[in-house]
């Protein structure tokens, strides 16, 4: 054993198997090299990335006996897809279709983990706009943050359903009365292309909506979680190698984000504040933004009695965002089925090839969330869970146009 004793052996195996959780030995504790046993983040300012960073600021990945520095903030979906394929992180959270991208169109082998968060963006337009739903949109400029994200396959959704026809075209050429004009912006440009009347809208995740409420007094037009309930978005990537070499690895790394989810449902105002610009700035927003994006959800200022309306289903009772590690098949049947339908730039063809039976064996590993999820106490922890069928659920979409 390379002059490893058997007494160090079982002394480092426990640590392993042991810390922070009691991973079940269903692993084989492996020896971590020092590159294996540093985590090396990428992520974007908005609230999809908390899990990761919260789990960073309250010491959960060292509680794993992990080592990591300081989480590397990216300011766009592009850099960030492309610095994690080219190695320069070994964890991220991406919307759930750039991994269907990168491993089917650019055969780079990553694997799904777990969702990152549900529910957690809108539809922003200017307050003077005259923008009340999907209908109004026919003629305007509206920005979403990806191609391959949910936001571009929603709010093509919703544009189908109104009658209205997406395209991509240069924003200078004429469009028709029943066309939606989409291109893709980086989250932090699209409150200030708002502000300066460059697009009508955009589709995007907390806290830029917030942001524009604040600050540029724009209005949400709808929320993504209202038209369907509970849906994911981000979710937590890594490489396939590391994944299959590094089974406890993976496990710890699992298990420190969806302890950070749980923490986070139940400490939201602490959330905003450790991660604002004001104390940590790994978000940098202030609190009062990051604060109004994780809790603000009234129906007094969104419900049918508000002018703004951005809320249909009350009684679907869910938060602004949420946080809950487990992808449900469903949710990825709907996910490969729509993006299939959906414009993107550049060549798509190759999501007809795909099967979501295989895309649920192939892309995603559900062994490490949810031995995470038993060992943080079950699903009954974390929101809205069907308990009498807590690994699969009816997905629920209506855009009440």
């Keep these: 054993m390379n002059n490893f004793s058997r007494r160090d052996f079982i002394k480092t195996a426990s640590k392993i198997v042991g810390v922070a959780g009691a991973h079940s030995a269903f692993y084989i504790p492996e020896l971590l090299s020092a590159e294996q046993r540093t985590l090396r983040i990428g992520y974007l300012p908005i609230i999809d990335s908390a899990p990761l960073l919260i789990a960073y600021a309250n010491g959960y990945f060292k509680d794993e006996g992990l080592k990591l ?3 590397r903030m ?3 979906w592009s850099t960030l897809s492309e610095s994690f394929m080219a190695n320069k992180f070994n964890l991220v959270h991406l919307l759930f279709p750039i991994p269907l991208w990168m491993r089917y169109q650019n055969r780079i082998p990553v694997k799904i983990l777990a969702w990152d968060h549900t529910n957690g963006s809108a539809i922003t337009v200017r307050a003077d706009s005259g923008i009340l739903s999907f209908s109004d949109l026919g003629g305007k400029q509206i920005a979403v943050p990806y191609w391959y994200s949910m936001h571009n396959m929603i709010i093509q959704m919703g544009l189908r359903k109104a009658g209205l ?5 240069p924003q200078n050429k004429r469009l028709e009365k029943n066309q939606v004009n989409l291109f893709v912006l980086s989250p932090p440009q ?4 708002l502000l300066g009347g460059k697009i009508d809208g955009y589709i995007v ?6 942001l524009a409420e604040l600050k540029i007094k724009a209005r949400i037009m709808r929320f993504v979680g209202d038209i369907w309930k509970n849906h994911p978005c981000c979710v937590v990537v890594m490489k396939e190698a590391l994944v299959k070499n590094s089974p406890v690895f993976t496990a710890k790394v699992v298990h420190a984000v969806a302890r950070a989810q749980l923490w986070i449902n139940q400490n939201r105002e602490k959330t905003a504040k450790i991660l604002s610009r004001e104390e940590t700035r790994l978000l940098p927003q202030s609190y009062r933004i990051l604060n109004h994006a994780l809790n603000e959800y009234s129906m007094d200022m969104y419900g049918s009695d508000s002018p703004i309306h951005a809320i249909r289903h009350p009684e679907w009772k869910i938060n602004r965002v949420d946080f809950q590690p487990y992808p449900y098949p469903s ?3 709907v996910i ?7 414009l993107v730039e550049g060549n798509s063809r190759f999501l007809n090839q795909l099967d979501p039976t295989f895309i649920e064996k192939d892309l995603i590993e559900k062994k490490f969330v949810k031995e995470a999820i ?3 106490g079950g699903m009954s922890k974390f929101p809205h869970m069907d308990l009498t069928s807590p690994w699969e659920r009816e997905e629920i979409i209506d855009f009440a146009i």
């Design 336 to 342: 490969l089925s729509e993006m299939k339908k959906t």
């Design 190 to 193: 699209m409150a200030p292309a």
């Design 69 to 71: 520095a300081r989480p």
């Design 205 to 210: 995740a907390e806290p830029f909506n917030a």
């Design 331 to 333: 949710a990825t049947h």
């Design 74 to 76: 990216i300011r766009s």
């Design 374 to 376: 038993s060992n943080l």
């Design 165 to 169: 026809t997406p395209v991509i075209q």
